[in-house]
């Protein structure tokens, strides 16, 4: 069974920067995409960034684009998302996610192993 394990989330002031991390297990972890999710309060849950199952290949979403940046190291079943710059209308909890039945990167939220989530909080 696949199990996402999220941490790094906390309060941090307008500006400043995080680095969530997301240890999955449960299956070969190389051979698949790897994503982050959030969802804010009273919101729709929303894709924020991916990357391929081997790294060369990241996405992310316009809003976040230039101040996040995904990135994996397979040896250690570790997907990291470093958020710097970051502003109060980045506060959600955020959610790591892997596809289940495709290798490839998945932007929409059907069909994703999930974790429990952490939150991340943007204010001064």
């Known amino acids: 069974q696949v199990q996402l394990v999220e941490s790094g989330g906390g309060l941090v002031q307008p500006g400043g920067s995080l680095r969530l991390s997301c240890v999955a297990s449960g299956r070969t972890f190389s051979r698949y995409a790897m994503g982050w999710f959030r969802q804010a309060p009273g919101k729709e849950r929303e894709f924020v960034a991916a990357?391929?199952?081997?790294?060369?290949?990241?996405r992310y979403a316009d809003s976040v684009k230039g101040r996040f940046t995904l990135s994996r190291e397979n040896a250690k079943n570790t997907v990291a998302l470093q958020m710097d710059s970051l502003q109060p209308e980045d506060t959600a909890v955020y959610y790591c996610?892997?596809?289940?039945?495709?290798?490839?990167?998945?932007?929409?939220?059907?069909?994703?192993?999930w974790g429990q989530g952490t939150q991340v909080t943007v204010s001064s």
């Open positions: 996610a892997t596809p289940q039945r495709t290798y490839t990167i998945v932007e929409g939220l059907g069909g994703q192993y």
């Open positions: 990357i391929s199952s081997g790294g060369s290949v990241t």
